[in-house]
């Protein structure tokens, strides 16, 4: 018996039966359950990565504080109130300082001293920063990025008046700059027409006209007052709305966007695993980026508002409607026109494609091909004197190289370099142009270049210690205005480098 199942077990082993097949009659389909908890985890899958930062810091000095400090900050003697100077929440590191000075004058902790000159200064910094990594299949990867950065300074003369007999705030003044992620994709390929004018800069012409309407419906403080259209107030929103590719109708009328918009980078490289691209590449990568960013270049408070409006408490993010309003700056219909809470210089939005799109291959002989499309443009709205400054970059990188060793050198018998010989060649493409536009209807094309650049270079390892470098660099730069000349350089040599270590 023992021998009968032995060989009926290695009949088995070597000979295995067949897999049943399935009934074509059978019909049974997954359950919708199973079906529905298998898309969650598939999409769940697709996020490789969330990684968020929030950080800020926070600073006040206040000067004429007379107590000295002595344990974990705090002086050793008790004020009229219980408390020891400067307070718990001061040392703790409380930015509220409002509180703080009126417990300070009562307490006496501040000097008395009319001639007191120094300024009271707060500061601040607030960077957020969200990076997530995807995957919706194999080497398939997206990187998305937002992020948003603050800065801001408050100073104001805090002295003791003789006259009231009481400490007064002077002369408050608050300034800071501000960037935030961005998408202005909506506007990036509609190109200049042929006298150098641009459709999306009339379409922010034209969005004055709807946001100053909306200002002037919103604003119950108006008066005798009102918006024009080169209003600080009109010009920033209509400019966003416009580069952005959004509705004047819904779009935010604030100079400070407060939500960031995500920028991302993608990569494939999937392609070397399809049969034919297989047999003679072992890697193709594609690759694409996009950047955006709208930033706020400086900015201060209009002297017209106290620090109930410009305080490091009130956040410019929530800045209130304009209220005040100067005769000297009256429009065509006589009304004093509103000044803005913070005062602008320049608000900008800076747009990159680095590249558009992106193909880097190697065979399997170790020869590397690059190829790029970049794409990039910088807008630039003075409101000092209402103008736009477009700077537009075209760009096309073509790369090939390999490195090899036991290289024959050509035109030559039996002369063989036995150690890695390196070649590697670029040419790049450069299409720039820098636009001025105004209001008047002038499209001044105030600089460019079309650039050409050359680039073969060879390295040659002798030995551990010797290295030689063959390169040559050559460049055409042909202008686009008058004032520049026409210009070709030519860089070439031999660099020995030699180790001593």
Do not use: C
């Amino acid at each position: 018996l023992k021998l009968y199942n032995k060989i009926k077990f290695l009949k088995e082993v070597n000979n295995p039966k067949p897999p049943k097949k399935p009934d074509p009659k059978d019909t049974t389909k997954p359950e919708p359950e199973l079906k529905l908890l298998k898309g969650i985890l598939s999409t769940l899958m697709t996020v490789k990565s969330i990684n968020f930062t929030y950080s800020l810091k926070e600073g006040t000095a206040v000067p004429g504080f007379r107590p000295k400090p002595t344990y974990v900050g705090l002086s050793n003697t008790q004020s009229s109130d219980g408390t020891y100077a400067p307070g718990i929440p001061f040392i703790l590191g409380s930015q509220d300082v409002g509180p703080f000075l009126d417990q300070a004058a009562k307490n006496n902790w501040i000097s008395t001293n009319p001639n007191l000159s120094s300024q009271l200064g707060q500061n601040f910094t607030e960077n957020i920063t969200l990076k997530t990594a995807l995957e919706p299949f194999k080497d398939f990867k997206i990187q998305l990025d937002a992020k948003r950065d603050r800065s801001g300074t408050y100073t104001e003369t805090y002295r003791y008046d003789k006259n009231s007999g009481e400490f007064l705030h002077f002369s408050p003044v608050r300034t800071g700059s501000y960037s935030i992620s961005f998408i202005s994709i909506q506007t990036s390929f509609i190109g200049d027409r042929s006298n150098n004018s641009s459709q999306v800069y009339e379409t922010f012409k034209n969005n004055r006209d709807i946001i100053r309407e909306r200002l002037t419906a919103l604003n119950e403080n108006r008066g005798s007052a009102e918006y024009n259209n080169n209003s600080q107030d009109v010009l920033i929103p209509a400019f966003i709305a416009a580069y952005s590719g959004t509705n004047a109708t819904g779009a935010n009328l604030s100079s400070f966007p407060k939500i960031p918009m995500p920028n991302w980078q993608i990569d494939y490289s999937g392609l070397s695993k399809l049969g034919i691209v297989k047999k003679v590449f072992s890697s193709v990568t594609l690759n694409h980026r996009y950047t955006s960013v709208y930033s706020v270049g400086s900015y201060a408070n209009s002297n017209l508002y106290d620090n109930s409006f410009i305080g490091l408490d009130q956040s410019e993010l929530d800045q209130p409607l304009a209220s005040k309003f100067s005769n000297s700056l009256n429009s065509s219909s006589g009304m004093g026109v509103f000044n803005p809470i913070y005062v602008i210089s320049s608000v900008s939005i800076k747009e990159a494609f680095s590249p558009l799109i992106g193909v880097n291959m190697k065979t399997k002989k170790n020869v590397t091909y690059k190829f790029e499309y970049r794409k990039s443009r910088d807008i630039a709205l003075s409101l000092s004197n209402f103008q736009v400054n477009e700077l537009t970059n075209n760009e096309i990188v073509v790369g090939f190289g390999f490195t090899k060793n036991n290289y024959k050198v050509p035109f030559t018998k039996d002369f063989v370099l036995k150690n890695d010989l390196t070649f590697r060649f670029d040419l790049r493409f450069s299409d720039t142009k820098t636009t001025q536009r105004s209001f008047n209807g002038m499209n001044t094309v105030s600089a460019g270049n079309l650039l050409v650049s050359i680039k073969p270079n060879i390295n040659y390892v002798v030995n551990q210690r010797l290295n030689l470098q063959f390169y040559f660099d050559h460049t055409i730069n042909s202008p686009k205005v008058s004032n520049s000349f026409y210009r070709t350089n030519t860089l070439f040599g031999i660099q020995v480098r030699f180790t001593l270590s």
